[in-house]
């Protein structure tokens, strides 16, 4: 409607897969703590551009997408301090932050 | 009719004297619970004796024959809406017959033991449990349906028991009584699983109606056929397998020489005069069906009976326990009384072998309990079972010898001892019925003869033995009812029997038979004459004999090796291959299985342990997996 | 209140009495007292049970009261009494009481014994009133884990194993029924109307056949569990060996008739169709259990083994009697669950006894007892008699109930079935009598034994009771058989 | 939109007050009265609930963002008595001196974990259940980490907000796609657009993930036995009944809500999901020493079996939802109390560290002993009430088969609960726990906990009472 002539949604929701996926995929694979919380801001992100990109695609009418995202944003910076916070302590502790050392507790 | 309501207290009193001297019999410590049981059965006695003659001399009469009086029923339980058991009392000639015997030989018993048994400990529980079985062996003659009958037979079967292991401390008495039972309790299965497929073809346990030859059970014929028989036949053979047990007839009576573990006393009221010919008198109270609705299961009860004769005679020739030689004859004459049954027509005439079988019983019983009860007094006299420790006692025991000898002379038949008659009816009965039965028995009556004198002359006559002691005679309280047995003996045999207990209540006239009499007389007297030649003097005949025969000596002398057998049924068969393998397959298959679960879960418990890694990525990929598993499954796969 | 209730509201404030009360003889007195006033109270309903029969009532079930619970799920307090259920109440009366007195001298934390041992008796008189299958379901879980904590503590050998697996068992059972309750609810209204969970307006409808083949084996299995049906009776043995003497009595006296009681209270009452088609397969199993467990007993050498071994059998009798459906083998397994109570709680309280005097139950290693201790001498005797089935004794009359209904069935698998089972009645006095010539009779076997004491006041009332039960049955059935023959009346009627 | 209106939030509201006034109160305290805080902080929850039970107004506000009826109320409540509960039970713990700067933290903590997931129920909107959600979850993960010197509770903290985030992410990765869908994230709105198509499924399973981390149901569970662990005792017990109780309801009000469309297809997504937490929730348990390990596989296992109220979509099963989330926060922070309790005077928290403690410690034992009974669901305490209607609420559907696997589970579950009580009533020991007397707010808070599992399940009012307040499909 708005942008025929544009990228079209598929487009974004590839890209928002890809990233979906790649942030799992450093999730899992990274053992450094910040790099795996970086990867979960990646997955994030990944529902920010498809909240965007249903909304402006689909509902253009309605806000209800770009609010989602604004609100994502802003907890995933609330849980971002709360990670660091406790890496930081893991760090204090463990004196490293290599995810694999922190297993403690197991079976 | 006359009212006989008051024979339920031949009932009530024995029982009460039971309850009374197994509850205060310690209180009452020694004679006075002897004399309490004693006079209560002397009252019993009594009354068994009135109501015989009350009812023989008219009361039972009616239209010319005896006939079947309820004196007093009350049911007991209820099986199902057609089927109750009922207590009460029925009498007719042979409940009535059977009420004189028990008393008798039970209240001789009673007065014997209290010499016999004195100073034993556990005297009054023998007293409790005489009682015991004088109640529950009056129940079982008078018992109104076969149901009640077989309630009493049990309890017979307990006193018997009890009574057998009265010398709880001897492992031999102890083995013997649970033999007994065992055996017993076998058979009895037999009688109950008889008395389920009776009460199911006829819907009544009430010998009134079974026995009522116009009567619905009779007159059905029985039901359906199985393997050959009719269902009538086959409950006839399965009680009569009860019966067989109680009497101890071939191949089930192995338990009774080894009965004789119990006080000889006993061994004279159950198990030779009394609770043994339970057999023979749940065939005669049967006998009507027998006769009309289960003709292949008579034919059984005299092949039984005969073998059993025999085959217990020719054991007797061999054994030197001197209760064991009475036990084995024991076996042989009741085997004798069924057989008679086995061979017996119905009414009048007919019923000849009913008659004889009756007859003999209560012979038998007279006979056969002076015979334990002398034996009893050797016993008491020499402290030995065993013929080897004996010889010479007739100077040291005149009462015993005399009256002992009486009864050796009543059981080889020789007249006008009672059993001369008896016998001599049932050898006519046999004539008329079956040529080699009757030679088969004809055999036996001279094998009897022999042993019986083989066991008189090497006890009382021969040499004396190395006694402890000498040998002396015993109290009065034991040699009285010798005596009066020995009377009995004497002249049971004029009784006018055949005008008494006939198979239908009818009286007959009934003859001796010379052409039977005179042979079996003779070969009576020709046991006896080579009882005399070989054992009156210690000769080397005997010894000569044996290794002459050595082989069916050897065979003879084991009892055939019977016990043997089921030495090998109940220990090799049922404990090793059935009740270890139970226990076995329990523990290891039955439980191991659930342990097994309980094994199989705490093995996965441990198995899976490593999902739980403690390493975060690999919950996130667990948690990741698990997503799309998920989507996998329930977008493709499950629609 | 109603009377009924009061049967769980003794032993409750019984309970209370005893955390209030001191020492140890204060407990014991407690409890005697307690359950004392339980017995009388059992048997006041009896009299009031027999007199409201006297007196023309005819209705199913008498003295109910019923209040409202979970409204919405139908679920009531529903209490009510058949002939059946007044002569399991008087059993476990008298079994309760007898075995408070059998374990006068508990010596470890005694309140918390016979708290436990009080709160078992609860669930089991509880069970019994109940014409609720919630409440009843309820009370039934009740009695059965007390069980564990019972054996654990003052149990003996390997008593935690046994515990565990008993436990596990039952309460692996009760999952099942549970399963086959719900079935029954769910299908207690096939017409509309509300689901219910009481028995009697269930019982006046039909349930779909087709849920009744998937319901009635969870709920007969889940019931057989605790009656010991073959396989699943493992846990007996064990479970009795290792518990102490008063729960080894109440476990079998009482607890193990609940599955019988249930099975047919519940399964066969109320889905009768699926009964009669899947009867076979559970006659068998049945049959199984009453002969082997009869051979099992044979070559035991614990005598508590042996009763365990025995009670298989005997309880596979009642379950045997139960699948019979008829009036007479019914009230034969109704007798034959007091009888075996009765008596399986004398054998278990004299075991007891005998070992707190021999410290062994191998009965190798004992002899000739009946010397040194002749009243509990007797006693074993008594039981044993009763066990094997003497007339004049309570096993008799049941057995021969039993016997006699089964063989009403003209068919020749369940004759075949009676004839096996009658078999049982050989193998029994075949190690009762084993037993009872090797630890009594003969010769005494070690010195030790000479000294020993016979039974005291308190073991002698405890036996005496229950004695006092069996001869009563034995000797004059009439009266118990027709009060349960006719309040079996509305079952036949419902099954057949 | 009047001010009186926002009574309707009333419960919220009241919490936020609350946490202010700690927050202010903490300020103006002296460093010598710090202590104080927690008495203050406890008097101030207990009026908090008591005022929760004050008739409350229901509607909607924002738009229908919020919404407040009886039943989110009831389950407000019931998260209240909660967390009284586990307040009391922290008071000892909290006077310890290693605390004591920062006992104002916990109660801040906690209470905005409340409020979010007072929020997250009353939701009417998928971003104010996401904003509750994560208001519930990012202070927990602080809370986990509570005990700064202790290397096992910094793992579990770094283990829950990772785990967390990453659940979050593919929470709202779902969300997307339904919104892709429906165009809207209104729950009546998405409701009535729903359709049955393989996107919505799918986002279905993602939005179910995400739940299931909150629930910890397997495979999203693994985090729970670590962080339980590692936590201090009474953050386990926190976590283990409130947060995993407000997500059960939380979730059952979005399926039957939002989702009863596809109904069909998360019937058969909870029934696996139900056998296997059910199932592996018990198999870890049964090996496990450590109590707290323990009863976070029991909790686990738990989960399991609220999941059998979920599935038939009907009253009974939210009835029995929300009557068993009672029954289980009583009987496991009862346990959690007692394991607290022991953990503070002595700190031993190993099975083994039991044995015998009833010869020592009767009264502990029989709180313990009861918990288990009624977690394992054992007459006549509640949970056997709970557990049985639970298994009639799935029944009534016909899911007998998963109500048979249940109920066999209940014999594992037995198993290991047993194993506790013969720890204490059997097992001997040659150095039990000391016997030591409880203070009074732990003998409070455990006699709550008694209270509750005994009457709970007798009282078929309270059952009727939640009966009428909720709702099937």
């Not at chain 4, 909660?82 to 009391?88: E, H, K, Q, S, Y």
């Not at chain 4, 305490?381 to 609420?393: N, R, S």
């Amino acid at each position: 409607m708005i942008m025929n002539s544009g990228i079209p949604l598929e487009f974004y929701l590839v890209l928002a897969t890809v990233m979906f996926f790649t942030g799992i995929y450093g999730f899992l694979t990274r053992r450094n703590l910040i790099t795996m919380l970086m990867s979960v801001e990646l997955i994030l992100n990944s529902v920010n551009i498809n909240f965007m990109a249903f909304n402006r695609f689909l509902f253009p009418g309605k806000l209800e997408g770009h609010f989602f995202s604004l609100f994502v944003i802003a907890v995933a910076a609330a849980e971002a301090a709360v990670a660091i916070a406790i890496i930081i302590n893991i760090y204090r502790r463990f004196t490293t932050i290599n995810v694999e050392d922190v297993n403690q507790m197991k079976y | 009719m006359t009212d006989f309501g008051y024979t339920t207290w031949i009932l009530i009193i024995p029982f009460v004297t039971f309850l009374i001297l197994s509850l205060f019999g310690m209180k009452l410590k020694g004679l006075p619970a002897g004399l309490t049981g004693t006079v209560a059965l002397g009252l019993v006695t009594f009354l068994s004796y009135f109501t015989a003659i009350t009812y023989f001399t008219g009361g039972g009469i009616s239209g010319g024959s005896f006939q079947k009086i309820v004196a007093a029923n009350a049911v007991w339980l209820n099986l199902s809406d057609h089927l109750h058991i009922d207590m009460g009392v029925l009498l007719d000639p042979i409940s009535v017959m059977m009420l004189v015997v028990i008393s008798t030989v039970s209240f001789m018993v009673h007065i014997y033991s209290l010499g016999y048994m004195k100073g034993e400990k556990g005297f009054e529980r023998y007293y409790a449990f005489l009682s015991l079985f004088t109640f529950s062996m009056m129940g079982l003659v008078v018992a109104t349906n076969i149901f009640q009958m077989y309630i009493f037979w049990e309890l017979v079967g307990v006193s018997s028991y009890l009574l057998i292991g009265f010398y709880y401390d001897r492992p031999s008495a102890v083995a013997a009584s649970k033999k007994a039972f065992i055996v017993t309790r076998f058979a009895d299965m037999g009688f109950l699983v008889g008395i389920l497929l009776l009460s199911f073809t006829t819907k009544t346990f009430d010998f009134v109606t079974l026995t009522d030859i116009n009567g619905p059970a009779i007159a059905s014929k029985g039901g359906a056929v199985f393997l050959g028989m009719s269902l009538m036949t086959w409950s006839m053979i399965f009680i009569f397998m009860g019966g067989a047990g109680k009497s101890a007839m071939f191949p089930l009576h192995i338990w009774l020489p080894d009965a004789m573990e119990g006080p000889t006393p006993v061994s004279a009221l159950i198990h030779a005069a009394t609770m043994v010919v339970a057999g023979v008198f749940l065939v005669a109270r049967m006998f009507p069906v027998y006769y009309f609705a289960a003709p292949e299961a008579l034919q059984i009860i005299a092949w039984v009976g005969a073998v059993s004769s025999l085959f217990a005679a020719i054991i007797a020739l061999t054994q030197t326990d001197i209760k064991r030689v009475l036990a084995y004859s024991t076996i042989s004459q009741i085997g004798y009384m069924i057989f008679s049954l086995g061979v017996s027509g119905y009414g009048g005439h007919d019923g000849l072998g009913f008659m004889a079988s009756n007859w003999h019983l209560f012979n038998h019983a007279m006979f056969k309990a002076l015979l334990f009860l002398g034996a009893g007094s050797v016993i008491h006299a020499v402290h030995s079972n065993d013929m080897k420790d004996m010889g010479g006692l007739r100077r040291y025991m005149p009462v015993t010898n005399i009256t002992f000898l009486i009864a050796c002379l009543t059981i080889a038949g020789v007249p006008p001892l009672s059993g001369f008659f008896s016998k001599d009816e049932i050898l006519t009965a046999a004539l008329h019925h079956n040529k080699i039965l009757f030679a088969i028995e004809y055999a036996v009556a001279g094998l009897t003869a022999f042993y019986m004198f083989r066991l008189y002359f090497s006890v009382f006559h021969g040499v004396d033995r190395h006694y402890h002691h000498t040998p002396h005679e015993s109290p009065a309280t034991m040699t009285v009812p010798l005596v009066i047995l020995a009377a009995g003996s004497v002249f049971a045999g004029f009784l006018p029997f055949s005008s008494l207990v006939t198979s239908d209540g009818v009286p007959f006239e009934s003859h001796i038979e010379w052409g039977v009499a005179i042979p079996s007389v003779a070969i009576g007297l020709l046991g006896i004459g080579l009882a005399w030649v070989m054992y009156r003097k210690e000769t080397t005949l005997p010894d000569r004999m044996t290794s002459l025969f050595r082989h069916s000596y050897k065979w003879a002398y084991n009892k055939f090796y019977i016990d043997e057998v089921y030495i090998f049924i109940t220990k090799k068969v049922i404990f090793r291959h059935i009740s270890h393998p139970v226990a076995w397959f329990d523990r290891h298959i039955v439980d191991g299985t659930m342990n097994g679960i309980a094994y199989v879960t705490q093995s996965v418990s441990s198995m899976i342990k490593g999902l739980q890694s403690g390493q975060l990525q690999k919950y996130g990929y667990v948690f990741i997996s698990g997503v799309i598993a998920l989507v996998i499954a329930f977008i493709y796969l499950v629609k | 209140m109603n009377i009924l209730s009061w049967l769980v509201i003794i032993p409750l404030l019984t309970i209370t009495g005893i955390l209030l009360v001191k020492d140890a003889r204060q407990t014991k007195i407690v409890s005697a007292i307690g359950m004392g006033i339980q017995l009388i109270v059992a048997f006041v309903i009896v009299f009031m049970y027999i007199s409201l029969r006297k007196s023309g009532n005819t209705d199913e079930m008498v003295l109910m009261s019923s209040f409202e619970w979970f409204k919405s799920l139908n679920i009531y307090y529903t209490v009510g009494v058949d002939g059946i259920s007044v002569a399991m109440i008087a059993l476990t009366a008298v079994v309760v009481f007898a075995g408070i007195f059998a374990s006068w001298e508990m010596e470890d934390l005694k309140k918390e014994f016979f708290i436990s041992l009080i709160l078992l008796a609860t669930g089991v008189f509880g069970f019994f009133i109940s014409l609720d299958l919630f409440t009843m379901f309820l009370f039934y879980e009740v009695a059965v884990i007390p069980m564990y904590i019972l054996i654990g503590i003052w149990g003996s050998g390997p008593k935690e194993y046994s515990a565990m697996k008993l436990t596990l068992m039952l309460m692996g059972g009760s999952a099942l029924l549970m399963v086959g309750l719900f079935g029954i609810y769910f299908n207690s209204a096939p017409d509309g109307g509300e689901l219910t969970f009481n028995i009697l307006e269930i019982s006046k409808i039909t349930i779909p056949i087709e849920a009744q083949r998937w319901f009635f084996p969870f709920t007969f299995v889940g019931f057989g569990v605790l009656g010991a049906l073959f396989p699943l009776h493992t846990w007996s043995p064990d479970g009795h060996s290792s518990a102490p003497t008063a729960v080894s009595m109440l476990h079998a006296g009482v607890l193990m008739k609940l599955g019988g009681y249930g099975a047919f209270r519940v399964a066969m009452f109320l889905m009768p169709e699926a009964a009669s088609e899947m009867a076979w397969i559970f006659i068998i199993l049945t049959t199984i259990s009453v002969v082997y467990g009869a051979f099992g007993a044979i070559v035991q050498k614990d005598l508590k083994y042996i009763n365990a071994y025995s009670s298989v059998s005997h309880c596979g009798m009642v379950l045997f009697a139960v699948l019979m459906m008829n009036r007479t083998a019914m009230t034969g397994a109704v007798i034959q669950m007091i009888s075996h109570g009765l008596m399986t709680a004398l054998f278990f309280a004299l075991i007891g006894m005998i070992y707190g005097r021999t410290h062994t139950r191998m009965i190798n290693e004992m002899g000739g007892l009946m010397k040194v201790i002749p009243f509990l001498g007797v006693a074993y005797v008594i039981a044993g008699l009763a066990s094997l089935g003497l007339p004049g004794l309570s096993g008799f009359v049941a057995e021969m109930n039993i016997f006699f209904g089964a063989f009403e069935h003209p068919d020749t698998f369940h004759r075949v079935a009676t004839i096996i089972a009658i078999s049982s009645i050989v193998i029994t006095a075949v190690y009762i009598l084993r037993v009872v010539a090797i630890l009594l009779l003969g010769p005494i076997r070690d010195n030790h034994y000479i000294s020993l004491g016979d039974a005291k006041w308190y073991e002698k009332l405890s036996l005496l009771t229950l004695i006092a039960g069996i001869v009563y049955i034995g000797i004059a059935p009439l009266g118990l058989s027709n009060i349960i023959r006719e309040s079996l009346l509305p079952i036949i009627d419902k099954i057949l | 939109m009047n001010p009186e209106s926002f009574m309707i939030m009333r419960h919220e509201l009241v919490l936020t007050l609350a946490f202010v006034f700690i927050l202010v109160a903490e300020v103006f305290t002296g460093e010598r009265n710090k202590e104080k805080i927690k008495s203050i902080a406890v008097a101030l929850f207990a009026i908090v609930t008591a005022a929760g039970f004050l008739p409350a107004a229901t509607g909607s506000l924002f738009g229908g963002m919020y919404e407040a009826s009886g039943t989110t109320t009831l389950m407000k409540n019931i998260l209240n008595i909660g967390t009284l509960i586990v307040l009391i039970q922290s008071y000892t713990w909290l006077g310890r001196p290693e605390n004591r700067d920062r006992i104002h933290e916990y109660f801040l903590l906690l209470i905005s974990t409340l409020i979010g997931m007072n929020f997250m129920i009353s939701s009417g909107h998928f971003l104010m259940f996401y904003l509750g959600i994560e208001l519930a979850t990012i202070p927990l993960a602080a809370l986990a980490a509570y005990d700064r010197y202790q290397n096992r509770s910094a793992e579990a903290g770094i283990k829950l907000i990772l785990i967390s985030t990453l659940s979050s992410g593919i929470l709202l990765f779902g969300l997307s796609m339904i919104y892709g869908v429906t165009g809207s994230l209104y729950f009546p709105e998405v409701a009535a657009k729903l359709t049955s198509v393989p996107l919505v499924i799918m986002g279905f399973i993602f939005f179910f993930a995400g739940m299931g981390f909150k629930m910890s149901l397997v495979p999203f569970h693994l985090w729970t036995a670590d962080v339980y662990e590692g936590a201090p005792v009474n953050v386990t017990s926190y976590l283990s009944v409130i947060s995993k109780g407000a997500a059960a309801f939380i979730f059952i009000i979005i399926l039957f809500r939002v989702f009863p469309v596809i109904s069909m297809t998360w019937e058969k997504v909870i029934w696996v999901i139900a056998v296997m937490t059910i199932t592996i929730g018990n198999l870890f348990a049964l090996r496990q020493k450590n109590m707290k390990r323990f009863l976070a596989f029991s909790s686990i296992a738990q989960a399991g079996f609220f999941l059998l109220g979920f599935i038939g979509g009907n009253r009974l099963g939210m009835t029995t939802v929300i009557y068993y989330a009672l029954i289980y926060i009583f009987s496991n922070l009862a346990a959690f109390g007692v394991v607290s309790v022991i953990a503070e005077k002595t700190g031993k928290e190993n099975m083994d560290d039991y044995d015998g403690l009833y010869r020592t410690n009767p009264g502990l034992s029989i709180t313990l002993m009861l918990a288990m009974f009624s977690l394992a669901g054992i007459p006549p305490v509640a949970g056997f009430f709970g557990k049985f209607f639970l298994f009639v609420a799935a029944a009534e559907k016909g899911f007998y088969v998963l109500v048979t696997i249940a109920v066999l589970n209940t014999i594992i579950a037995l198993y290991y609960y047993l194993l506790v009580v013969k720890a204490m009533f059997i097992n001997k020991s040659e150095a039990p726990i000391a016997s030591f007397r409880s203070d009074f707010m732990q003998k409070l808070g455990l006699a709550i906990c008694i209270a509750g599992i005994v009457v709970t399940g007798f009282a078929s009012g309270l059952f009727e009472m939640i009966r009428n307040l909720s709702y099937g499909i």
